[in-house]
């Protein structure tokens, strides 16, 4: 194909090698066109999702689309599995214009998707999933085995269908979510940001899955923010900005410098950290932590480390290890912690999560959804959030509107939340805008410690730079951060010192320089050789 076929302006001026003009359709070299998507558009109040969007997906292709939060991507990906309609456009399946008006009609029409939140029951089967709410397709015994079986071994997806969802690790859970929807039929599956919470070995083996459903002639819409990913396992690449699809290009013509550019007009940031500003000054202890669960096994068993003034702890594991339960001791979440927690030479375990946060403790928390917003109250009261007893936001435990308001207004402009005003509620944001508002909102307390936990989850590469600037330079004033994440390049840019939790204990400690992500991974998944390199005094400091 072209070097670059392109559907609207780009950020590159005219003559520049990556811009040719779109002389064929963007699949013509691939073979028959699975999906069609013309003149797609949508609107909300105040708002353009969608504007013109075009895209051709090959059969038996696996096709990225990258952009920036807030510039369509979802909501066209909503269109196409028929959550919500469009206000214009057609939709083509295998050559056959659809009105999808529900999930239901995708999923007759061969579409399926699986999405970053996995939808699983945790106390069933593998094959009790599978089969939940398709029960008339194979029935609920032994057909419905032997067709999962089927599937599995066909695609490579090797599950077996007798385990408990609870017992599978992150990767084996995103299997089991294209099990289901190949059980479904589909022949069309979309995947949103599919490595999010994947190590290294797990993305490798998510990729060799999606090429064998390649293989089989399957096609797959790739939608996620690591461009380098996106560049290894893509066949073409559509670029949507602010709701238009801006260039379609072929992987092998680009670099993820290339593609950052056309998606917000600037480099791709590293989150590369600065020389160290460790200090000897210690802000959080934290001693012989233990947690035990409902069924009284331990979740998290010993767990001791210190943070110092100007520092970033990173915290490595694969989810379900322990890391959230530790976010939550720390912030006096769970009830029934054990062991000592100390903050600036003050023991607060025995305060509430209020008293902690006024403590000077700022939190990012995991779920912005669950734990960060109000999705249906206006962003002014978002900002309030969590600081309803202190300046600006209120005075002898009065909220004032206005005040609020103003220094709403002054995050928006500080941390390039683009939105219309405050007065617009914390749902009509995109990802990456409610990442920075509430990074603003935190970081604007003044605290002596942040937790941040995956603090750039499903933001783009801009909003993900910005955060990542954020967090450096409130290092350098001095800040002691803790620092959790499922991105290990992160991990391994940002942190001074990097802990490993594997079955809720701290298992390895890594330096930074000198540690892989591939390291990392196997040491998170208690495989392989890593040995840990304790991060000496001089290192740290």
């Given amino acids: 194909m072209d070097d670059l076929v392109v559907h609207g302006p780009l950020a590159r001026p005219e003559g520049s090698s990556l811009v040719t003009s779109l002389s064929r359709d963007a699949s013509a070299a691939t073979g028959e066109v699975a999906v069609r998507l013309r003149g797609i558009g949508k609107r909300f109040p105040g708002v353009?999702?969608?504007?013109?969007?075009?895209?051709?997906?090959?059969?038996?292709?696996?096709?990225?689309?990258?952009?920036?939060?807030?510039?369509g991507k979802s909501t066209l990906m909503k269109i196409l599995y028929g959550v919500q309609p469009p206000d214009s456009g057609t939709i083509e399946?295998?050559?056959?214009?659809?009105?999808?008006?529900?999930?239901?009609?995708?999923?007759?029409?061969?579409?399926?998707?699986?999405?970053?939140?996995?939808?699983?029951?945790?106390n069933l089967t593998v094959l009790e999933n599978v089969v939940l709410g398709a029960e008339s397709l194979h029935g609920i015994g032994?057909?419905?085995?032997?067709?999962?079986?089927?599937?599995?071994?066909?695609?490579?997806?090797?599950?077996?269908?007798?385990?408990?969802?609870?017992?599978?690790?992150?990767?084996?859970?995103?299997r089991v979510e294209i099990l289901k929807v190949l059980y479904r039929g589909a022949r069309i599956i979309i995947l949103d940001e599919p490595t999010a919470v994947l190590v290294p070995q797990e993305v490798d083996e998510l990729f060799g899955n999606l090429r064998e459903l390649?293989?089989?002639?399957?096609?797959?819409?790739?939608?996620?923010?690591?461009?380098?990913?996106?560049?290894?396992?893509?066949?073409?690449?559509?670029?949507?900005?602010?709701?238009?699809?801006?260039?379609?290009?072929?992987?092998?013509?680009?670099?993820?410098?290339?593609?950052?550019?056309?998606?917000?007009?600037?480099?791709?940031?590293?989150?590369?950290?600065?020389?160290?500003?460790?200090?000897?000054?210690?802000?959080?202890?934290?001693?012989?932590?233990?947690?035990?669960?409902?069924?009284?096994?331990?979740?998290?068993?010993?767990?001791?480390?210190?943070?110092?003034?100007?520092?970033?702890?990173?915290?490595?594991?694969?989810?379900?290890?322990g890391q959230s339960e530790l976010v939550e001791a720390v912030m006096g979440m769970r009830g029934g912690a054990e062991g000592a927690v100390v903050l600036s030479g003050r023991d607060i375990a025995g305060l509430s999560t209020r008293a902690r946060r006024e403590a000077g403790i700022g939190y990012v928390p995991e779920d912005r959804h669950r734990h960060g917003l109000l999705l249906d109250a206006p962003l002014w009261e978002n900002r309030v959030l969590g600081h309803q007893t202190r300046e600006p936001s209120a005075r002898r435990g009065v909220i004032r509107r206005r005040a609020a308001r103003a220094d709403t207004q002054?995050?928006?402009?500080?941390?390039?939340?683009?939105?219309?005003?405050t007065e617009v509620p914390?749902?009509?944001?995109?990802?990456?805008?409610?990442?920075?508002?509430?990074?603003?909102?935190?970081?604007?307390?003044?605290?002596?410690?942040?937790?941040?936990?995956?603090?750039?989850?499903?933001?783009?590469?801009?909003?993900?730079?910005?955060?990542?600037d954020h967090i450096k330079r409130a290092r350098r004033e001095g800040l002691a951060v803790l620092l959790i994440s499922a991105d290990l390049d992160e991990l391994i840019g940002l942190s001074d010192r990097i802990e490993v939790v594997l079955r809720g204990r701290l298992v390895g400690t890594f330096d930074p320089s000198a540690v892989t992500p591939e390291e990392l991974g196997s040491a998170m998944t208690g495989a392989g050789d890593a040995a840990p390199t304790t991060t000496t005094e001089e290192t740290r400091g």
């Fill in 93 to 122: 399946v295998n050559g056959t214009e659809l009105a999808l008006s529900t999930p239901a009609d995708a999923i007759k029409a061969g579409i399926g998707m699986v999405f970053q939140h996995f939808m699983l029951a945790d």
């Fill in 48 to 71: 353009i999702a969608n504007d013109d969007i075009n895209i051709d997906v090959a059969r038996g292709s696996i096709h990225a689309v990258v952009g920036e939060n807030g510039a």
């Fill in 426 to 468: 914390a749902r009509a944001l995109s990802g990456g805008n409610q990442q920075k508002l509430i990074v603003g909102r935190e970081m604007s307390a003044d605290p002596v410690l942040l937790i941040a936990s995956h603090p750039t989850r499903g933001v783009d590469v801009g909003a993900q730079g910005a955060i990542w």
């Fill in 142 to 174: 032994g057909a419905a085995r032997a067709k999962v079986a089927e599937i599995s071994a066909a695609y490579g997806l090797g599950i077996d269908p007798d385990r408990r969802v609870e017992d599978l690790g992150v990767g084996a859970r995103q």
């Fill in 214 to 321: 390649k293989r089989e002639g399957l096609s797959v819409i790739f939608i996620s923010h690591k461009l380098d990913e996106v560049l290894s396992v893509a066949d073409e690449i559509t670029v949507i900005r602010r709701g238009t699809t801006v260039a379609t290009v072929d992987p092998r013509s680009v670099t993820s410098r290339q593609l950052a550019e056309l998606m917000v007009g600037s480099e791709l940031p590293t989150p590369q950290t600065e020389a160290s500003t460790v200090t000897d000054e210690v802000m959080l202890s934290v001693r012989g932590l233990g947690l035990r669960g409902p069924d009284g096994r331990a979740v998290l068993d010993d767990i001791s480390f210190d943070i110092h003034r100007g520092e970033i702890l990173g915290i490595a594991g694969v989810e379900g290890n």
């Fill in 410 to 421: 002054r995050i928006i402009d500080a941390y390039d939340v683009r939105t219309p005003g």
